[in-house]
């Protein structure tokens, strides 16, 4: 019998044919992704999770509500009026969407998402469970990456918990919390990996990047800073290390800054090229008050602060996450739904199909490519196809950002 090949377009039952009494065969219309259960490979999750820290009162909570645009957490003039970490899932925005759906007449459009989770002001001691650090620093190994709000103005009305504002003391205090709960893990780690070493239940290379991992972090230096090779950090990736994640500050200012930022803003931006970090200007009270904003409101009101288009904080943020993590997109589009794919860049084509189902990984044939580019100036599929920019690439192809795909393979 000839292999059944199944062509991916659209992700939905649809869309999809696939043998009777094979798992994908018993998914609904609701689309692959969602609802099957079978075994997966190389999974990423859909929702980037991005964790929120600093310290009480830097404007956590007013972001993310802002973030979410809606009241999900309790923002107060108060330390710890978090307790328990809020989580919320946005949608990426992305103009291409839209365009790509018009092309193909699609029903629905499906953007990818980021996930933010607003976890409570840590203080100085977190490390050692001073304001309840230990749980809300659990909560951070969870995270892909780290959004370090600092607070960037002056203003008497708003407490801060160590009575006057200063932007680098302030990280200082949750970066050295980091450490230290590292420094102790790995320490942990390292007297258990030395008694196994003898007997091979241990690495040699697990054991030199904890050395190495111990000196960086005895210096109060984060552990993204450490030189070890993809085969040490691979060996100490399950230990989740708080100061191996990469950050992205997020200096707050008033609204009259949020052009062209403040001294404190530039403090934070010399740390950051200090140790590879990214800094965003945001203004969670600005933020707040978009939400209420219609499209054309919001428009005219960041003009009169001197805010570009596609500046807001959430689209800066979600765009220096994205480089961060080393991330791409990719879309699948048809009449069914349009839809946006995050892969991590330098994937394969079979790899980015198992982002969708790993079924598509597994069996993949070949994906049928075109730029998204060469996609809108031909107007349609058929007229790229006859204009010869639809290419038919194979395992080894590298996807590229923005390509639309179209993917074979047999089950």
């Not at 009305?157 to 200063?166: F, L």
Request: hydrophobic share 40%; net charge negative; charged share 25%.
């Amino acid at each position: 019998m000839m292999p059944m090949i199944t062509t991916l377009f659209a992700v939905t039952r649809s869309a999809v044919r696939l043998p009777s009494g094979s798992v994908s065969a018993q998914c609904s219309a609701v689309g692959l992704r969602q609802a099957c259960a079978a075994p997966r490979t190389r999974q990423m999750s859909m929702a980037l999770k991005t964790g929120i820290v600093g310290l009480p009162n830097v404007g956590k909570s007013t972001l993310f509500n802002a973030l979410m645009q809606e009241s999900q957490a309790q923002a107060a003039n108060f330390p710890f009026c978090t307790i328990e970490p809020n989580t919320g899932v946005v949608a990426v925005p992305d103009p291409k969407l839209s365009v790509l759906a018009e092309i193909n007449s699609s029903e629905k459009t499906v953007p990818t998402s980021l996930s933010f989770v607003d976890i409570a002001g840590l203080v100085a001691g977190a490390s050692k469970g001073e304001g309840l650090g230990n749980q809300f620093l659990a909560n951070i190994r969870e995270c892909d990456a780290i959004v370090h709000v600092v607070r960037c103005f002056d203003d008497p009305n708003i407490i801060h918990v160590s009575g006057s504002v200063d932007a680098l003391r302030d990280i200082e205090v949750i970066s050295l919390e980091l450490v230290l709960a590292d420094f102790a893990q790995v320490e942990k780690r390292a007297q258990k990996a030395s008694k196994e070493l003898k007997s091979g239940k241990t690495k040699p290379e697990e054991m030199s990047a904890l050395e190495t991992l111990q000196a960086v972090l005895d210096e109060g230096r984060p552990a993204r800073q450490a030189e070890l090779s993809d085969v040490e950090w691979e060996c100490v990736r399950s230990l989740g290390l708080l100061s191996a994640k990469p950050v992205i500050y997020a200096a707050n200012v008033m609204d009259s800054d949020l052009a062209d930022g403040n001294a404190m803003v530039e403090e934070v931006r010399k740390h950051a090229a200090s140790e590879g970090a990214s800094v965003v200007v945001v203004s969670a009270q600005v933020e707040s008050e978009l939400v209420d904003l219609d499209d054309d409101e919001r428009a005219s009101f960041l003009e009169e602060l001197g805010v570009a288009k596609g500046e807001t904080g959430l689209e800066k943020l979600i765009e220096q996450a994205y480089n961060l993590l080393e991330l791409q997109t990719y879309y699948t589009s048809g009449e069914t739904e349009t839809k946006a794919w995050t892969i991590r860049r330098g994937m394969v084509a079979p790899q980015a199909a198992g982002v969708i189902h790993s079924d598509f990984e597994k069996g993949f044939i070949r994906a049928e490519t075109v730029a998204y580019d060469d996609l809108v100036s031909s107007g349609s599929m058929k007229a790229a196809k006859e204009a010869g920019l639809v290419r038919s690439e194979g395992k080894e192809y590298v996807v590229k950002d923005s390509d639309v795909m179209l993917f074979r393979f047999n089950v």
